[in-house]
């Protein structure tokens, strides 16, 4: 008796994600560069929210995880627990070269890969493979995640990343 009342807790409390109430954060593209490393690619960007303290507790308070999240291939599901196969992902830092008055301003040093199924492997995407990928694409999805405990996922509007400028990175000598 005393399992099956903790699993109906369980099962209760794991719906009891809070919604944040937070609007979806408007992004605009700035650029994209191939860092010196040649292993990730630098991807400005702006805000009309300071995503690095959405729920307003200091810049990286409160938060589990904010990525920026781009879906390389045909696969554009960016919901919390669904691995992206195709995908260009890294953690988001301040533009501190890009500080324009009203805007807050951001730089994510992506890894473009692919990832098995489950997410749990990964593998660097080969120039030739990504000029494969990506010489039919006008543009590229990408969207800010942000997870914290207790709280539903928290997802910006779609920023779309002009293909031609990534394509130009990734084939410069």
């Not at 953690?91 to 301003?105: L, P, T």
């Not at 951001?106 to 749990?120: C, I, K, M």
Request: net charge positive.
């Amino acid at each position: 008796m005393k399992v099956i009342i903790l699993l109906m807790l369980a099962m209760m409390c794991s719906a009891c994600a809070k919604d944040h109430n937070i609007p979806s954060a408007s992004l605009s593209y700035a650029s994209v560069v191939r860092n010196t490393s040649k292993i990730t690619y630098g991807i400005s960007f702006g805000s009309d929210t300071n995503i690095l303290d959405l729920y307003g507790q200091g810049m990286r308070e409160g938060a589990s995880s904010t990525i920026f999240n781009c879906a390389l291939g045909a696969d554009q599901d960016f919901s919390k627990g669904h691995s992206i196969q195709l995908t260009a992902i890294g953690a988001i830092d301040v533009d501190e070269s890009n500080r324009a008055a009203g805007r807050f301003n951001y730089v994510s040093n992506v890894f473009l890969y692919e990832t098995n199924d489950r997410g749990s492997l990964a593998r660097n995407l080969s120039i030739k493979e990504l000029n494969s990928l990506l010489s039919d694409k006008k543009n590229i999805p990408c969207k800010v995640v942000i997870t914290a405990y207790g709280y539903k996922p928290y997802y910006s509007n779609t920023l779309n990343i002009p293909t031609a400028d990534l394509l130009r990175e990734i084939n410069k000598p």
